[in-house]
């Protein structure tokens, strides 16, 4: 127990070091808070500091975060696992909760100070690149699928997996998992390398995306506020991102909290809505309820003036960004073999990337909105604000989440019709 308080303690409290060493250092601000919180969770859990688990374990998770304790304790006493994986398993629930906390307490505090009115004289374009997104993901996946056919098992089932995980994220990718009946074996494989993948991804998302894709697509139009007299300019959104100082200020500290206590209250309520309706997807009112509760309040006038709650949202952000940086081992790509499978989830990914670019580019979406709504698709809601963070740009991170809330609704329906529609070829 000592252990497992001292990696929760560890995983709030480094981001701070993070931050830090931004400050302190020019080129690391450069690289930003998050990008290095992903470098140092990849390399935590990819250098073997966390135990492994037994093979039985891993097969016994089947798509899950960790296994509840009372399983557990069966596949021991049944000689399918072994007494090491209790270890194992706290630090996969502490992993797992971690998100699961911070994402929704991030959210309302990034949406608190945004200007909602300001958001919506972009929501054509950002609607606009949701659309191509989607359609790139029906195009290329199955593409994929004709191209891999032959070479994976169960082709037509992981085609249908992959184009829920990438127009929804990994709730639909388990849910799929399920109704389509996929082999065990297999899904641990391909959960396994689509991390892999998804890692790459999002390091060349959070580095590399961003001025890459700004030299290819029209730039973003920041339009400025007169009545707020705000400029918008990209070195001064750049600098709102990365400025976090004085947030401890003696008239700072007390307004935060309560910003803080409002993000409970709307994450405690969204998630009571969540149990009224069973029949929806849990996440799905989770995401749409906090949505909605942080964007009232942000219509709020003393609830939008409070300074720094986009910067604690941030904070949590970062810590969300080593908390699942660290359940990736890119050791473990080696170990798999099936290099036909990997290449079929690269296709997926960059295929779709691809040709939701060209798509952009016949249609004129700017540089930031296509980045963002292809980030909300292929990683899912909760990296928005990250892949905001790398833009600079917080006019877009409901844009982004919008995208990944419509992809998590229609995931597992695209999914479903898709599979079976491949499965006659």
């Not at 007390?254 to 803080?260: E, K, N, Q, S, W």
Request: a positive charge; proline letters at 5%.
């Amino acid at each position: 127990m000592f252990r497992i308080a001292i990696l929760i303690l560890f995983y709030f409290t480094f981001p701070l070091i993070i931050i830090y060493l931004c400050k302190k250092w020019p080129f690391l601000k450069k690289l930003g808070s998050i990008v290095l919180a992903y470098a140092f969770g990849l390399l935590i859990g990819s250098t073997g500091i966390f135990p492994t688990g037994s093979s039985g374990y891993h097969l016994a998770l089947q798509g899950r975060a960790a296994i509840p304790r009372p399983e557990l304790e069966t596949l021991i006493s049944q000689g399918k696992a072994i007494e090491k994986d209790y270890y194992v398993n706290q630090i996969a629930q502490v992993q797992d909760m971690i998100p699961s906390i911070v994402i929704p307490l991030a959210f309302p505090l990034l949406f608190f100070s945004l200007n909602i009115k300001k958001w919506l004289r972009y929501a054509k374009r950002g609607f606009i690149s949701v659309c191509l997104a989607l359609l790139s993901g029906l195009i290329m996946v199955p593409a994929g699928f004709f191209v891999f056919k032959n070479s994976i098992p169960e082709s037509w089932k992981l085609a249908g997996m992959f184009v829920g995980i990438y127009a929804g994220g990994t709730p639909n990718f388990v849910a799929l998992k399920l109704a389509l009946n996929v082999d065990p074996n297999l899904f641990v494989i391909v959960s396994t390398y689509d991390m892999i993948v998804g890692a790459v991804l999002i390091l060349f998302f959070i580095t590399i995306a961003p001025k890459l894709f700004r030299m290819i697509l029209p730039p973003f139009q920041a339009i400025s506020d007169t009545n707020a007299n705000l400029d918008t300019s990209f070195a001064e959104i750049e600098t709102d991102y990365e400025d976090y100082s004085g947030m401890f200020k003696k008239g700072r500290i007390l307004p935060l909290l309560v910003a803080l206590g409002l993000s409970v209250v709307i994450f405690t309520a969204s998630f009571g809505i969540s149990l009224l309706l069973p029949r929806i997807p849990q996440m799905v009112v989770v995401i749409l309820s906090i949505t909605t509760f942080a964007i009232l309040a942000s219509l709020i006038k003393s609830v939008n003036r409070i300074e720094k709650t986009f910067q604690l949202g941030m904070y949590l952000i970062v810590v969300f960004s080593l908390a699942v940086a660290s359940m990736a081992n890119l050791k473990t790509m080696f170990g798999l073999g099936m290099l036909n499978l990997i290449l079929f989830v690269t296709w997926c990914y960059f295929g779709s990337l691809l040709l939701h670019l060209l798509l952009s580019l016949i249609f004129r979406i700017d540089a930031d909105n296509f980045v963002i709504t292809s980030g909300a698709f292929i990683f899912s809601t909760p990296f928005v604000p990250m892949i905001a963070g790398a833009l600079k740009n917080k006019d877009i991170i409901l844009t982004g989440i919008t995208g990944g809330i419509i992809g998590y609704i229609v995931g597992n329906y695209v999914g479903i019709a898709l599979a079976y529609f491949l499965k006659g070829f």
